[in-house]
């Protein structure tokens, strides 16, 4: 069974930085989509970043390029995001998940639709 579990959110000023994790057991496959949703309060759940741990490669929507990092540690299934210069806009619930298996969910845009496992979220707080 696939659990994740983020950690990492807070309270911050603008122009702070945050790094959130999830802790993703379970996942057999040799590689996975992994990414990164946010969804604030009374709007659509957006997806801000992608990994596929394949090959590493990565994919930012334009919301957070230039500010937000995702990496993962294989040793310890870890996801990251790191976000520095975080704006009010930042604002939003931020929640980790991953594809079925392999790279299919790794799609541009970034579709939430395409991933199969999701965990509870974390919430993050910019204030002006």
């Not at 802790?23 to 957006?46: D, P």
């Not at 970043?49 to 294989?74: E, M």
Request: proline fraction near 2%; hydrophobic fraction near 30%; aromatic fraction near 12%.
């Amino acid at each position: 069974q696939v659990h994740m579990v983020e950690s990492g959110g807070d309270s911050v000023q603008a122009g702070g930085s945050l790094r959130l994790s999830c802790a993703a057991s379970g996942l057999t496959h040799f590689a996975y989509c992994m990414g990164w949703f946010r969804q604030a309060a009374g709007k659509e759940r957006e997806g801000v970043a992608t990994i596929y741990t394949g090959r590493g490669s990565t994919y930012y929507a334009d919301s957070g390029k230039g500010r937000f990092t995702i990496s993962r540690d294989y040793a310890t299934n870890t996801l990251f995001l790191q976000m520095n210069n975080l704006r009010p806009e930042d604002t939003a619930m931020y929640s980790c998940a991953a594809g079925s298996g392999w790279g299919g969910a790794c799609r541009r845009p970034i579709n939430g639709a395409d991933f199969t496992y999701w965990g509870q979220g974390t919430q993050v707080t910019v204030s002006s």
